[in-house]
C-alpha cells in the first residue's frame, strides 16, 4: 500500500496569497495523483487528475505539478471559497488506493 | 449533471450489518467504476472498494472480509454490505464514481451519510 504524505498539516495565509501543499509518495507513482477540496460537511470536490489536469470547471488559480513521488497543488490568489482542507489521493497500479491525511488553508 | 445519494440507517449496532445503497441519477451507469469511500476523523479517507456495471468488484484487503458490494442496473443502484460491522466502523460513507485508465480518481461525489455503530 502506498503512502501518501501531505504537508503542512496546516497552512495559514491571507486571502489574495498564493498558497503551496505538498504532497509526498512513499513510492513512484507516475503521475498519478489527483487533488481534492473538502469543506466542512459537504464531500470532497475533484480539482486535478493527472498530476496537472485541472477538472472540469476548476477556476485556472489551481495549478498541479509533479511527478513520480512528489507532487505540489498551487493556488495563485486564494479566494474565500478556497479556505478548505485539501487532499490528494494515489491511484497507482493496483488498490487499494490511497488519501494523504489532508492540508488545512486557513484563513492568516 | 450526474447526481449521486446514499441512502440507509444512521445507526447500526455492534455485530450487525451495514446496508448503504447509493442511487445514480443524471447520468450512465455504465463504463464507470462505483466506488464506497469512508471518512473518519482518526483515519482519513480510506477507498472501501468498487463494482462495475457488469458486476466486477474489488475490495481494500483491509475490509475484503466483511465487505460485499452489488449493482442493480434496473434500479440504477450500487450497494454496501458490511459485516460484522464494530465502532470503528462509524464513519461517513461516501458513494464516488471512479474513472481512469485502469486505475481510479473519483470525479462525483454524493453528499455522504454518517454511520454510527453504536447500542
Known amino acids: 500500500e502506498i503512502v501518501l504524505t501531505q504537508s503542512p498539516a496546516t497552512l495559514s495565509v491571507s486571502p489574495g496569497k498564493g498558497a503551496t501543499l505538498s504532497c509526498r509518495a512513499s513510492?513512484?507513482?507516475?503521475?498519478?495523483l489527483a487533488w481534492y477540496q473538502q469543506k466542512p460537511g459537504q464531500a470532497p470536490r475533484l480539482l486535478i487528475h493527472?498530476?496537472?489536469t485541472r477538472a472540469t470547471g476548476i477556476p485556472a488559480r489551481f495549478s498541479g505539478s509533479g511527478s513520480e513521488t512528489e507532487f505540489t497543488l498551487t493556488i495563485s490568489s486564494l479566494q474565500s471559497e478556497d479556505f478548505a482542507v485539501y487532499y490528494c489521493?494515489?491511484?497507482?497500479?493496483?488498490?487499494?488506493?490511497?488519501f494523504g491525511q489532508g492540508t488545512k488553508v486557513e484563513v492568516e | 449533471q450526474l447526481q449521486l445519494q446514499e441512502s440507509g440507517p444512521g445507526l447500526v449496532k455492534p455485530s450487525e450489518t451495514l446496508s448503504l445503497t447509493c442511487t445514480v441519477s443524471?447520468?450512465?451507469?455504465?463504463?464507470?467504476?462505483w466506488t464506497w469511500i469512508r471518512q473518519t476523523p482518526g483515519t482519513g479517507l480510506e477507498w472501501i472498494g468498487y463494482?462495475?456495471?457488469?458486476?466486477?468488484?474489488s475490495y481494500n484487503p483491509s475490509l475484503e472480509s466483511r465487505v460485499t458490494l452489488f449493482v442493480d442496473m434496473s434500479r440504477r443502484q450500487v450497494s454496501l454490505k458490511m459485516r460484522p460491522v464494530a465502532a470503528a466502523d462509524t464513519a461517513v460513507y461516501y458513494c464516488?464514481?471512479?474513472?481512469?485508465?485502469?486505475?481510479?480518481?473519483?470525479?462525483?461525489w454524493g453528499q455522504g451519510i454518517l454511520v454510527t455503530v453504536s447500542s
Open positions: 513510492q513512484n507513482i507516475g503521475s498519478n
Open positions: 464516488a464514481r471512479g474513472r481512469g485508465a485502469s486505475a481510479y480518481y473519483f470525479d462525483y
Open positions: 489521493q494515489e491511484y497507482s497500479k493496483w488498490p487499494p488506493w490511497t
Open positions: 493527472g498530476a496537472s
Open positions: 443524471g447520468g450512465s451507469i455504465s463504463s464507470y467504476y
Open positions: 463494482i462495475t456495471y457488469s458486476g466486477s468488484t
